[in-house]
């Protein structure tokens, strides 16, 4: 069974980049695709971007500007970017498996992060 594990800072410092990663285990990262999906407090879920089984990324249009979303196959991770946050972005995080369009129900636990002014 696969399971995500997300890790990265709990406060980051308005107009810094936030850099968060996922560690993917009893799967390999080259198999399906990834998303990364953030929930900001009282709000709903936006999901963010998504890197591919073979690395392509795809980023939603409203924070593509600022998202960039890698991965290293040695590590069985994949790495999501923010740049310039602000404390809009505060959220909690999560990375999740994704079937090319449909986010499947393998989530991390999530990561909380505050941006702070």
């Known amino acids: 069974q696969v399971q995500l594990q997300e890790s990265g800072p709990g406060l980051v410092k308005s107009s810094q980049t936030l850099s968060l990663t996922c560690t993917v285990s009893?799967?390999?990262?080259?198999?399906?695709?990834w998303s990364w999906i953030r929930q900001p407090p009282g709000k709903g879920l936006e999901w963010m971007g998504a890197i591919s089984s073979s690395g392509n990324t795809y980023y939603s249009p409203s924070l593509k500007s600022r998202t960039s979303i890698s991965r290293d196959t040695s590590k069985n991770q994949c790495t999501l970017q923010l740049s310039s946050v602000t404390p809009e972005d505060t959220a909690m995080y999560y990375c999740?498996?994704?079937?090319?369009?449909?986010?499947?129900?393998?989530w991390g636990q999530g990561t909380q992060v505050t941006v702070s002014s």
């Open positions: 999740a498996r994704d079937y090319g369009g449909t986010v499947s129900d393998d």
């Open positions: 009893g799967g390999s990262i080259t198999t399906n695709y």
